[in-house]
């Protein structure tokens, strides 16, 4: 769903939203049908960011909003947490940075603290919603992985069951109780979810060139690849491919196709008794030699030594 500047006047803004919002808040006090909610008494979070593991990352709030009419809030001064919006139905729309956004299914909204914003519903189709409300030391660093900003607040999610799972595995455990143990375990689901928006911006939609780039040398792990062929394929030119491939692996197209080869290699030394000689041929090195070479490089041992090394 594309994104589009909304005003107060918008049909996607009912009557009675657009009037409390000129007067500086919204609230719903009856709540929603089916609706799940959680809050940590602010002196526990207080005493967990001063503890190991949950001051870097605490939950204090989290739910799950259904078909939540007239929902929405207006915080001029913004919050003291990041807030994590994951729309799963419906539409809505959030404003951060002097700019307002339309919101559709699968997308998440998150504001980091401290930033004025304002958020809420459509009144024609109302959002359905997991949400969670984040402190701590780390959450700025885990903010900038997932390039998140006061310019760019929404995010669109390729692995949106993935996410709202863990949101419901938040919510569920702080339902149970607000115990130290149970603040450390929302700590590290609050981490996944967050590393996991940052995966989010980082793998390619489908059907897209670096996505088809991708999957060719997946399927082709032993072959070569020629950067001007597999460019002129998936319709960039050689310059561009290898700027996708920077941002999306570290390296150029020839690395990651080596790191495809590498990973196959040692799956095959640690799942089978091939011969050394003909697993290098299975990942396209027919030299023995070249390819105890490449995988001493790589892993700082020999074939044979890695597959003597006890693991797990």
Known sequence: MPDRRVGLDDPMVSDAVAAAWQDGVVERAEGFERQRLSVVPRPLVEAALLRPVTRRIVVTDAGYFPRAADHGRHRPNGAAETIVIVCVDGSGWVEAGGQRTRVGS????????????????????????????????????????????????????????????????????????????????????????????????????????????????????????????????????PSHLASLFREATGGGVVAHHLALKMARARQLLDTTDLPVAEIGRRVGMDDPFYFSRRFRLTHGMAPTAYREHRKG
């Not at 700025?140 to 997932?146: I, Q, R």
């Not at 595995?169 to 702080?174: F, G, P």
């Open 106 to 237: 699968s997308t998440a909204i998150v504001l980091p603290g401290g930033i004025p914003h304002s958020y809420g519903a459509s009144a024609d189709d109302p959002w359905t919603i997991w949400w969670c409300h984040v402190r701590g030391s780390d959450v700025a660093e885990l903010l900038d992985a997932a390039d998140i900003s006061p310019a760019r607040v929404t995010l669109s999610l390729r692995g949106a069951d993935r996410v709202t799972a863990m949101l419901d595995e938040i919510s569920t455990s702080l339902e149970r109780d607000t115990t130290p143990a149970r603040l450390v375990a929302t700590s590290g689901m609050a981490w996944r979810l967050l590393t996991q928006l940052a995966v989010d911006r980082l793998l390619p939609e489908h059907g897209t060139p670096l996505e088809r780039a991708l999957r060719y040398l997946e399927d082709r792990v032993d072959g070569s690849v020629h950067v001007p062929e597999l460019a002129a394929m998936v319709g960039v030119s």
